[in-house]
Every structure is written in C-alpha cells, then in structure tokens.
C-alpha cells in the first residue's frame, strides 16, 4: 500500500492540500460531484483513495455525493465531499440530517461568487451564512476557514478530528482563491498528526442508547453491522433513536444537538491574533481576506496606527466571547470579507453599538486589496 | 399460574415489537410487503447482523423503522445514495432498500438509474401503491392514466413509468414485480435478490385503500379482486409488456435474473493498483 500521509515539503494548491490532508486525517471515502472550483479536490483524492485503501466514488449529482457520504460513515469509514455555492445550496437537506443523526462528515466548500451559477472560476466568500443556517431548523455544525493551502491541510485533519469528537457536520468553508492558489505545504511525519476517532458504542447490545449522551455531551456510536440494531431517523427521536412526536422530546433532542456544540467551545472554537496586544483598531476576518488584512496591519503600523487582526478560525460556533472582550478595549471594529456583510452582522450583534464598527466587503470575484483596508482604518482612527 | 403462553409471532425477533402499532391504515399493503421481506432474510440465511435496512420518506419509508437490524429512515428520496455508501464503505453489508414509489421513482429516480447503471449489490424493494399515501393521495410518476388523486381530481393526464423497464434499461441485474396477493412470490424474490452479487429490483404493487382506492371507487376487496384477475405471471416477459393497464392485464413475474461484476469487483479490478492486497 501506498502511504496515506506524504511526509515532505511539497508546493500545491489549496485543493490538493485539502485532498491530502483528508488522507493524512483518515478519510477512506470520498463521495464526489464535479464543480469549479472544488474539482481538483475530487481530482486528486481520486487517484489516492483506491491506493490506500479507501473508496472514490463520482455521484450524479450532489444531494447523492453528501448522501453516500453519511452511508459510508455510519458503516464507520471517515467519510466527505467536497463542492461549492450551488452545490453546497443542494446539499443542505442533507447536512441538516447529518446533524439531526449526528452523523460525522466533512464538507468543503470552496466559494465562488454567487448568487446563482455566479463567477464559477472567481473567489467569495458568500456561502457563511449559509454553512451557518441553510439547512431548515435550528441547529448546529462547526465551520473552518484557511488562510493557506498549508493551513487547509492541517484544517481539514482538524476537521476530521472535530467531527468525530462531536459527531457533527464540519464544514471547511474555503474559497477559489486558496484552493486554486499554489504555495509550499510541509506534510509532517505521520507520527506527529494527532487523530481522534468518534466513541464507539460499547457492553450489552440489548440495552444500548444510541442516543444518550457520554460525558461531553456526545453520544457512542454505534456501526452499522455490529450488531446494536440501532435505528437511525431524521425524525425528531429519543435517545433511544425511536422518532416521538412529542414537543417534549423535540426539547430534549434539540438540547443536545446545540449543547454538545454550546458547551464544548473552548476545545471548538480557534482564533489567532496579530499585533492585537495594543491594537485601537481591531480588524475581524477570515481566510484568504485575513491575508489582506496582514498587510494593511502592517501598512498601518508602519504609518503609526495602532491596528490589528483578529483572525477566525473557527467561524462557526462565533467566538462570541472573544469580540464581546474586544469591542470592551477597541477603538473601532473593521470586519473585513468577501461579501456584502455576512459575518459582520454577527460582530455587530456582538459589540451592540458599544463602539462603532466598519465594513470592508464586496460582491465577490476579486480578492479585497489592502488599500481598502487601509482606507477604512483611516477612517476609523 | 397460567399455562398459557404469550403467543409470538414468528417474525417478532425481526420486528421492534416496541414500536408497534404501526402507523400503516387498516388494508395498506405495505404491511404484506414488509412482512413478506423480512421471512426472506430469515428464510435466505443471510447474516443479519450484518444486514441493514434504508428507507427513505412516505408510508412506505417507514419500514426501517420497524425493522430490528440496523436501519436508516434517511431523507426524501436519498435511500439510494445512503445505501451506496453504505454498501462500498462496508462490502460485507447486506444493503436493503424498501420505500415506496413517489420515494424511489420522483424524487429519487435519477439515483435509482444510476444505482442500476453502476450495479451496486443492493436489493431494491419498491411498494407501489400508485400515489402519494403519506401525504394525502397525490399524483405520483407511477399513477395510472386517468385515476383520481387530490392533485388530478379530473384524473392524470400523464402516463406512468414502466418501473421494470426503466430497471432494465438502466442496468439492473434482477428485476421482478409482483402483488400483495403473491406474498410468497415476493418472499422467494426478495430471497433471490439478498443472495445474488448485483443491483435486485422488486416492485411489488399493494394498496393504498384510504388514499388511493377511495378516490377511485377501488373498495379495498375490488382492487385484491384486480391483483387476481387482471394479472399473469409471464417470467421472462419483454420489458415492452410490463406497462400498468389493469383493463389490459398487468404481467408479473420474474423478468431478468442475470450476472455482471458489480460496482466493487469493477472498482478493484479497475482502480486499485496491481500490487494492491487487502
Ligand atoms: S395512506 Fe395509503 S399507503 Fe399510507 S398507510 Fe394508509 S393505506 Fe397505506
């Protein structure tokens, strides 16, 4: 067999990244759907997966490529797809059972400008509030933003351990513009990559609860085949897996989907700060625009202003807490994305007018030049 | 102490005896089908451990969750693709899909084509009771032309699919169809299709006597009446034959039982390196 983590210094784009970071995290199954600019992921995992052992499979389209993914991870292999804006709109029935069956999953979108078939072969970052809220009712997933191809690879491991931890949905809400980017990437030694693997149902068969949850909130799984008999449904269930209709135990379920994500934030959520110590002006982003807000902190510092960036890992869960803190001892908030204000609704929610707070955004297609930022901090000072 | 014992049914090891009763009406034939599926799994002597069901959504749907094997009552139409994942991320599986028409042939058609064309080892169990029952009596692709549902009070304009044809053209390595009344044809079917390597579609008509038949002026008896008089078992029949027509006749049987690699022996043979050992 060939190896499954290729130890060394490579220079490839963020999809290929991406691809063989899900190798080195475990992932054994691919369920695929050809789209711009996602391909390469598909492309790449292809020719790697039968050659580890794992499975490659191209779907019809892409409501089958998520739903053979949950199949193959509740027979227990490490399972994900990979896709972008209309795509990601398909798949979302299907993330929304994932989280209800608490189905482990990794999802990538790498982002292009929509609405609609959009700037297929040009970068956004639109899709984030939809990654958050696009399946029908209340629920919770966890979603990642890499700034790097280097940083997507160890990303979609993190997102891999993420999912099994909570078994829940973890979304790697990348764009064109990384995944097409190509840059050096250092796979380490596969005895330096940390991998978690879900908890796994254990003692008597007959008295099994697929549904109660262990100490952090999440519940052993069962594999299909072992021998649990268990019965998994996107009805509302008990802990038992049985759908009841009752309002009763909507309440219970519902809590335990949102609170193993809600109680378990600080092991969830990763942010990084730069030049934040003194910062007045504090910039919020993610991805390929915090990269833009590196150099306009830089620019900024150079022209004696104090900024700088607060860096979201995680996007979702929100680090709620970390920018409550900062708008306490900021000047000013900039948050700066590729959208016309997705995640900047939630930073003005969380300063609520405390101090005020700018928006460097656009539609989507081109990468936000540090001028712009720059300007804003200007502005802001 | 009485000597009488709690009577168990036969099937009980196989049923969540917990969650019955059902939700199926008095006269669906959902139940015959199911029923019927389950003494082919104990009768094939396939490992049940390792067996499991997948549903969809509809009456129907709700088989996986009476079935006591591992089972998955997943979204609307994606039993297919669930399935596949299942069956190529664990090979051993045994893969069951039962739902209903509207589940597999609208909204799920294109996986069901696909599933066929790629031969993955699944048995397809699809209770045809020409409509929507779950939700009220709707048209479905498989409603006859002219009957009455609540989306074409003035009869369906359109012409039904001919789900053994639409099998066979697709790939399928096992296509039969039978009724309710044929309970042990559609277990010795089914038994068939869990033994053999490939993509086994079963149709099985059964009736939907509250939504369906009551549109229809069908009483629950004249439509069992229809499944013995205006049928005939013609094994092997032409896929050009096996179009729905009660005025006609509607032809059951066994229609195609042949042998391809499936998705995993191709897989392996195609994609795996030479050297490769598992
Ligand atoms: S509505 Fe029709 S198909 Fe559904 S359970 Fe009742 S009789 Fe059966």
Known sequence: MKPAVLSGVHFITGDVACAEGAL??????????????????????????????????????EIAAIASILGASSAGVKSMTATSGPGFSLMMENIGLAACTEIPCVIVDVQ??????????????????????????????????????????????LAFNLSETYRVPVLIMTDE????????????????????????A???????????????????????GEGYNIHVTGLTHNEKGYPDMTVECQKQM????????????????KTEGYMLDDAEIIIISYGVSARTCHTAVDEARSQGIKAGLFRLIT????????????????KALIT???????????????????????????????????ERVIETIKEAT | MSHQKKAVHPLDDLIRTDRIPHIWCPGCGIGTVFSSTLIAMKESGIDLTKTVMVSGIGCSGRGAGY????????????????????????????????????????????????????????????????????TGGQVAATTPYNAKTTTTPSGNPERPFNLPMLSYASGATYISRWTILHARDISDSIQEALLKRGFSFIEVLAPCPINYGRRNKEKPFDTLKLYQENTIIKNKAHPFELDIDFERGVVLGKFLDINRPTWTDMYNKTCRPKDFME
Not at chain 1, 202 to 224: H, S, T, W
Not at chain 2, 115 to 123: E, G, I, P
């Open chain 1, 112 to 157: 292009r400008a929509g609405p609609s078939t959009g700037l297929p072969t040009q970068g956004a970052q639109g899709d984030m509030m939809q990654a958050r809220w696009g399946s029908h009712g209340d629920y919770k997933i966890i979603a990642l933003s890499p700034i790097s191809p280097q940083e997507i690879f160890y990303q979609t491991i």
């Open chain 1, 254 to 269: 519902m809590a335990r989907l949102t609170g193993k994500i809600q109680n378990n934030l600080d092991d969830i959520i």
């Open chain 1, 177 to 200: 513009i990384i995944g097409h980017l190509s840059e050096r990437v250092v796979i380490p030694d596969e005895s330096e990559i940390k991998l978690v693997s879900r908890p796994r």
């Open chain 1, 24 to 61: 080195a995290a475990g992932c054994r199954f691919f369920g695929a759907y050809p789209i711009t600019p996602a391909t390469e992921i598909a492309e790449h995992i292809a020719g790697r997966l039968p050659e580890v052992g794992g499975t490659f499979i191209q779907m019809e389209d």
């Open chain 1, 336 to 370: 700066v994305e590729i959208n016309l204000g997705q995640i900047h609704l939630e930073v003005e929610r969380c300063v609520k007018d405390k101090v005020p707070t700018y928006l460097v955004g656009h539609v989507g297609g081109t990468i936000i030049t540090p």
């Open chain 1, 315 to 330: 996007v979702w869960p929100f680090p709620e807490d970390q920018i409550c803190r900062l708008a306490e001892r900021a």
């Open chain 1, 202 to 224: 254990k003692g008597r068969k007959d008295r099994f609860l697929p549904f109660e949850p262990g100490p952090n909130g999440v519940a052993p799984m069962a594999i299909a």
């Open chain 2, 67 to 134: 079935v006591n094997l591992d089972s998955f009552h997943t979204t609307h139409g994606r039993a297919i693709p669930f399935a596949t994942g299942l069956k190529l991320a664990n090979p051993e599986l045994n893969v069951i899909v039962f739902s209903g028409d509207g589940d597999i042939f609208a909204i799920g058609g294109n996986h069901f084509i696909h599933a066929a064309r790629r031969n993955v080892d699944l048995t397809i169990i699809c209770v045809n009771n020409f409509n929507y029952g779950m």
